[in-house]
């Protein structure tokens, strides 16, 4: 613990050397403390948490820097790989007139004044469509394959179209109890969403100047689509393309024939009536997995046919061919 008469305000949050050498603070009495180095010149009392511990190392970066690449992914919810989940340290971008960063833990770019940034947990941070381009410059670094950067495109679109929640945050969002509109209604708007997300991922890419990784972005853009829940759902989608299967509507709301809500369908061949339901690890809990036998019960009994999907049946290629299997003789 810190002496008594180490200043209170440098207690309870990071601070620069700097600021502990202005309030009277020697740099010899700083390393007797026992602090904690957060990076170059920056300490605390205490070990700080993933959220603070990106603040407290914005303290030592130059002025005008924001979170960009994984960093940025990361504080918009938009899925990494688990080779980049294995990485550690953070990016971080500044404008081109500066030098580059260079510090332990700490990856540095140039470039910010062409990013669009924003703010995310009071952090700076390159917004979610400069994000899905800038993950071109990864494709090689990070063997980043086109359908990463289509699950990642389509967390991206998520915050194009709502930038004040982050990629997979729906809570609240509810459907209408009574269908206003018709299906085919339905199926335009979200088009129109889904171009409108497209566009802008195309106009940030556009501007770039030689862009890296440009080719695998124009192959994964056309394939980028809203709404989508979890990675996993955009990987069960994309499965389905690869097999030139009709392509699943995402998270389709289904109405009965009198209007009354029903339920939400993970991947939906409205024409076909089926659906496919992704499961993750959550729904093998009890309570879920009561509601989601009521939810088959339910669009079964107003004749939709629903399939289970697990992520064996998307890894494994045996698994993978008997679930395409049964599907292609339910669309049939």
């Known amino acids: 613990m810190p002496s008594a008469s180490f200043p209170d305000d440098l207690t309870v949050r990071a601070f620069t050397r700097r600021e502990a050498r202005d309030l009277g603070v020697s740099n010899g009495s ?139 945050d729906f809570e609240g969002i509810w459907p209408e109890p009574w269908a206003t509109t018709t299906l085919t209604e339905r199926l335009e708007a979200q088009e129109r969403r889904d171009l409108l997300a497209r566009a802008e991922l195309f106009r940030r890419l556009d501007a770039r100047c030689r862009p890296r990784g440009k080719r695998v972005l124009e192959l994964a853009l056309p394939l980028i689509r809203s709404k989508v829940r979890s990675p996993m759902e955009s990987r069960a989608r994309l499965t389905f393309h690869w097999a030139g299967f009709p392509e699943p509507v995402v998270n389709l709301d289904i109405y009965a024939a009198d209007g009354h809500w029903v339920a939400e369908g993970d991947l939906v061949w409205p024409e076909q009536m089926v659906i496919g339901e992704y499961q993750g690890a959550h729904h093998a809990e009890r309570a879920r997995a009561s509601a989601d036998a009521d939810r088959r019960q339910r669009l079964d009994d107003h004749g939709w046919r629903t399939r289970e999907i697990w992520a064996e049946d998307l890894f494994d290629r045996e698994r993978r061919m008997a679930m395409l299997t049964r599907f292609d003789a339910l669309l049939s």
């Open 30 to 168: 700083i390393q007797r403390q026992g602090l904690v180095r957060v990076t170059h010149g920056v300490h605390a009392v205490a070990g700080v948490e993933e959220g603070s511990r990106r603040a407290a190392l914005l303290l030592g970066l130059p002025r005008g820097s924001a979170f960009s690449h994984t960093s940025a992914a990361a504080l918009h919810d938009m899925p990494l790989t688990p080779r980049q989940l294995q990485r550690a340290g953070d990016e971080v971008m500044c404008p081109s007139g500066r030098g580059p960063i260079r510090r332990s833990g700490v990856r540095g770019h140039r470039g910010l004044e062409s990013r669009a940034v924003t703010c995310r947990d009071g952090l700076p941070v390159v917004d979610a469509a400069d994000t899905w381009c800038d993950f071109g410059e990864l494709v090689r670094r990070d063997g980043l394959s086109v359908d990463d950067l289509v699950v990642l495109g389509d967390a991206a679109a998520n915050v194009v179209l709502r930038p004040e929640r982050t990629a997979y």
